[in-house]
């Protein structure tokens, strides 16, 4: 089976719909992820996600997946203090349709995370 060679991440689209918000996809310069002492963010009041530049790939797309996983709790309103059911019961309609909206997003982060690191 051959793979196809992935997406420039760079052109990646650069707005993310999750629920009614649209985020904005910001490949964050290392120097300041450091500074922020962190590899990603999603910021639900800017509608922002910033992942760390100088990842490899199955890395990036792995922050990525879990800076949407955050946009999707806020999206689901979801409390800290939730059950595990209560997450999974309110978060799947929301993942489904971040992954419906964002095609080549999800695209791209399935052939990000089946390569070898």
């Known amino acids: 089976m051959s793979r196809r060679k992935l997406t420039d991440r760079r052109k990646l689209p650069r707005v993310i719909k999750i629920g009614i918000c649209e985020y904005k996809l ?16 999603c910021n639900i009041f800017t509608f922002e996600i910033r992942i760390r530049s100088d990842m490899p790939d199955s890395h ?9 996983n955050h946009g999707c709790w ?6 800290g203090r939730a059950s595990e059911e209560t997450v999974v019961n309110r978060l799947t309609p929301i993942q489904i349709a971040a992954r419906r909206d964002n ?5 791209w ?9």
């Open 26 to 41: 910001i490949h964050w310069d290392p120097v300041e992820a450091e500074a922020a002492g962190c590899r990603g963010e």
């Open 60 to 68: 990036f797309a792995e922050i990525l997946e879990h800076e949407i």
């Open 74 to 79: 806020a999206a689901a309103k979801l409390k």
């Open 103 to 107: 095609p080549e997003i999800y695209a």
């Open 109 to 117: 982060i399935d052939r990000a995370i089946a390569q070898k690191v």
